[in-house]
């Protein structure tokens, strides 16, 4: 398979918590990725191989995987995490990256 | 600290060509895979190309293949993306973006630069 699929909206209240999710048939066998992007800014990185945050990443921000479903958790919603998330990952074949088409996170 | 900085966007026709570059800074670019990541107004992220870290392998996005070429210069510190019959569809802002892997060539992109717009426009 060469897809990923995010749902295209999540909204939550501040303080609550928000889980943008990530489905694909290669993913028990492929690392996971996960970037913010801010409206007019560059994707940065805040969740490696599935679980790991980067330093500098607040740790509300959190992964976990379980089969072909990977998660995006972010706990304690903030308004400036209102932003584009997406997932990434590896084909098969581990010759061609995948990204997710993206979720929009809205805080009310 | 990485700074990885585009040039090269602007308008051209379709089915012309164009040339992107992307300097380099703050890291050991030898040891690093580059990716360029594109991003059609108002959608999401597209993987287009990656090189491999001594340049020795190259992969594409199913769209570009045949018509994109990536290629790196070490002894510059620059990574090139050589876009030929450019088509309408291929409008987007350009990303130049840094494997954080140790020599692999799928992820995660750790570092991104600000990206350079790419109009193909009759």
């Known amino acids: 398979s060469h897809e990923l699929t995010q749902p295209p909206s999540v909204s939550v209240s501040p303080g609550q918590t928000a889980r943008i999710t990530c489905s694909g048939d290669?993913?028990?066998?492929?690392?996971v990725y996960w970037y913010q992007q801010r409206p007019g800014q560059a994707p940065i990185l805040v969740i490696y191989r599935d679980t790991e945050r980067p330093s500098g990443i607040p740790a509300r921000f959190s992964g976990s995987s379980s089969g072909t479903t990977v998660a995006l958790t972010i706990s304690g919603v903030q308004a400036e995490d209102e932003a584009d998330y997406y997932c990434q990952s590896a084909d098969s074949s581990g010759t061609s990256v995948l990204f997710g088409g993206g979720t929009k996170l809205t805080v009310l | 600290q990485v700074q990885l900085v585009e040039s090269g966007g602007g308008v051209v026709q379709p089915g012309r060509s164009l040339r992107l570059s992307c300097a380099a800074s703050?890291?050991?670019?030898?040891?690093?895979?580059m990716h360029w990541v594109r991003q059609a107004p108002g959608k999401g992220l597209e993987w287009v190309a990656v090189i491999s870290y001594a340049g020795t392998k190259t992969y594409y996005g199913d769209s570009v293949k045949g018509r994109f070429t990536i290629s790196r210069d070490t002894s510059e510190n620059t990574v090139n993306l050589q876009m030929n019959s450019l088509r309408t569809e291929d409008t987007a802002v350009y990303y130049c973006?840094?494997?954080?892997?140790?020599?692999?060539?799928?992820?995660?992109?750790?570092?991104w630069g600000q990206g350079t717009l790419v109009t193909v426009s009759s």
């Open positions: 290669t993913l028990p066998n492929q690392y």
């Open positions: 703050g890291f050991t670019f030898s040891r690093s895979a």
């Open positions: 973006a840094k494997d954080g892997s140790s020599y692999g060539l799928l992820g995660p992109f750790d570092s």
